[in-house]
């Protein structure tokens, strides 16, 4: 069975798709920053799958690099990358943004998911062989107002998935990137700074997604043939159609 790294793993849509892919066996290195977590969710899984955990943040280049080179044999072989960690902090016109905001979701939307990819990618080029899915967003494709750097942070990960897709495409790994827009998670609670009321009204008076709509999508990509790369695919729910048009109760 094939071996599936995620990273943010303990909460949303990387916990929703760690453990759709417990139910399918994957073996799983489970990534996240909270230790207590990670292990509440070995104790979840592992009776369903092998599952390992890895304690960093995305954000520490050298901690990233030596966990993954640690990894025992049996987990040493990634198979398929699952670049999924990454916030927003604050929804704030561009002259009132805080610099610390804009440092979290640089560090962690962009630098993050480039270190995680550094460590992984050349045992996937060794091999020939391997799928990286960096988790993007309809923030990605569209800008909106006072998305300014957390659009931007997607915007780059866009381009930089194109970037691997095609400087990796000699060594014949696929990679692709799921975009999704709503997503009931607690990412307006990071955003808002556990504000709970305004981050639950993001969500009311129409259907969100929920984390296991877009963990199904991630489980949909990395089934398909070795021939089939879904290299693109953004997931809205029906009310929304696109960043600023939401159809509300
Ligand atoms: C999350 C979706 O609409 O807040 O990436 O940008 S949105």
Redesign the pocket.
């Known amino acids: 069975m094939k071996t599936v790294l995620i990273t943010g793993a303990t909460s949303g849509i990387g916990l929703a798709t760690a453990k759709m892919l417990a139910t399918e066996s994957y073996k799983l290195i489970l990534c996240g920053r909270n230790t207590e977590k990670l292990v509440e969710l070995k104790q979840q899984l592992g009776n369903q799958t092998n599952i390992y955990t890895l304690e960093f943040d995305v954000r520490d280049k050298k901690v990233v690099s030596e966990k993954i080179q640690s990894l025992p044999a049996d987990f040493k072989q990634i198979d398929v990358l699952i670049n999924n960690a990454?916030n927003?902090h604050g929804l704030d016109p561009i002259d009132k943004g805080s610099l610390e905001d804009w440092d979290a979701m640089m560090d962690i939307n962009v630098k993050g998911l480039l270190y995680v990819s550094h460590a992984v990618i050349p045992q996937m080029r060794e091999r020939k062989s391997g799928h990286i899915i960096n988790i993007g967003?309809?923030?990605?494709k569209e800008v909106?107002p006072n998305?300014n750097v957390?659009?931007g942070s997607?915007h780059a990960v866009d381009a930089i998935t194109t970037g691997m897709r095609l400087d990796l495409n000699p060594y014949s790994i696929r990679v692709g990137a799921v975009n999704?827009?709503?997503?009931h998670t607690n990412?307006?609670e990071v955003?808002f700074k556990g504000d709970s009321d305004r981050a639950e009204k993001?969500y009311q008076g129409y259907q969100p997604l929920e984390p296991e709509d877009v963990a199904d999508v991630i489980l949909f990509a990395i089934t398909r043939p070795p021939h089939v790369n879904i290299a693109d695919l953004t997931v809205m729910c029906t009310a929304?159609a696109s960043?600023t048009v939401l159809k509300k109760d």
């Open positions: 990454g927003a967003s309809t923030a990605g909106y998305g957390y659009c997607k999704p827009g709503l997503v990412f307006s955003r993001v929304q960043s």
